[in-house]
């Protein structure tokens, strides 16, 4: 089986060095590069593309979400896990508008990251269950209103966010429901389009965070 390819974005070096050396060690992914800015990271990234990026947030000069904004245009095709210790939710929510495909904490277990890491290198959104109360305390929504926004989807749209929501990927959600791959991306589309949400991630943290809010 050919390794994984990753890139490090943290400006910690004894973190940084430690995390690749673990992920080295597994046979199943190779560290191809390091960096210790957010600047140095996107031009690494850029040559390198590699399979997953894995981005600390608080770093001097150009930080984590700069450094996904200018990933995001750039369109490299690799998977972008932020790895940090901030709890802050305003910043999870920042990291997801702006494409994170996963938001993961520094405190997890070196093969619970490992289990996650694989799972997002297989189209699946990663996202650090404590993390999820977070998401429920919907500040943005006046109180009167949370957990009573009604959105008109249909059957097919509101399977395929369920399955989102369980981390599966287009290709898993086509071969569940019996559809193509094209399909379901339209599904997709439209149900970022309804929510006035950005990406798969921010799909399946609304879906936690609508039935919190319903309990």
Request: with cysteine.
């Amino acid at each position: 089986m050919v390794p994984t390819t990753l890139l490090l974005i943290d400006d910690h070096p004894l973190f940084r060095r430690g995390l690749a050396e673990y992920f080295n060690s597994t046979g199943e992914f190779q560290v191809v590069g390091e960096a210790s800015s957010g600047r140095q990271g996107i031009a690494l990234a850029e040559q390198l593309r590699p399979g997953l990026i894995l981005i600390d947030l608080h770093m001097p000069g150009l930080d984590g979400l700069h450094v996904l904004d200018e990933l995001g245009q750039l369109e490299i095709g690799s998977r972008k896990v932020v790895l940090t210790a901030s709890l802050d939710r305003n910043e999870l929510l920042s990291a997801l508008r702006l494409g994170a495909d996963g938001y993961m904490l520094k405190e997890t277990e070196p093969e619970d990251l490992r289990l996650y890491i694989r799972n997002c290198v297989q189209g699946v959104i990663v996202l650090d269950d404590c993390l999820v109360t977070l998401l429920a305390q919907d500040d943005d929504v006046p109180e009167g209103e949370r957990g009573t926004r009604q959105v008109e989807l249909t059957e097919r749209e509101a399977q395929t966010l369920a399955l989102i929501s369980e981390g599966m990927s287009n290709k898993q959600i086509a071969r569940q429901l019996g559809i193509s791959d094209g399909t379901v991306k339209v599904y997709v589309k439209n149900l970022l389009r309804k929510l006035n949400l950005r990406s798969r991630l921010e799909l399946a943290a609304w879906v936690h965070r609508d039935a919190l809010a319903r309990q």
